[in-house]
Nanobody, 115 residues
Framework: QVQLVESGGGLVQPGGSLRLSCAAS????????MKWYRQAPGKEREWVAT???????NYAHSVKGRFTISRDNAKNTVYLQMNGLKPEDTAVYYC?????????WGQGTQVTVSS
């Protein structure tokens, strides 16, 4: 069993930055990949970014060049650095982990981009 706890969300003005963290309850060495998703009000949950054990990363077109996903295996934590935030980035952001076929989700953290 893996427990994921997100943090770092909040209210930010357009153009601002936030860094989200996803802390896992145990070692993330066996978790591959880890991802971030988001869900805006009235919309379906959508994939945002992926990071593998080898450091491979991939991004949704809408966030490419603005968001950076990374993982610190020593701290059992995955991060999402979000720069150049736009109002359309407003959503609840969820951490996802796949551990040998078992899928886990965090509880989500709210990100609101508004002036």
């Amino acid at each position: 069993q893996v427990q994921l706890v997100e943090s770092g969300g909040g209210l930010v003005q357009p153009g601002g930055s936030l860094r989200l963290s996803c802390a896992a309850s145990g070692s993330i060495l066996s978790i591959n990949p880890m991802k971030w998703y988001r869900q805006a009000p009235g919309k379906e949950r959508e994939w945002v970014a992926t990071v593998s054990n080898s450091g491979y990363t991939n991004y949704a077109h809408s966030v490419k060049g603005r968001f950076t996903i990374s993982r610190d295996n020593a701290k059992n934590t995955v991060y999402l650095q979000m720069n150049g935030l736009k109002p359309e980035d407003t959503a609840v952001y969820y951490c996802y982990a796949n551990q040998v076929g078992d899928v886990y989700w965090g509880q989500g953290t709210q990100v609101t981009v508004s002036s």
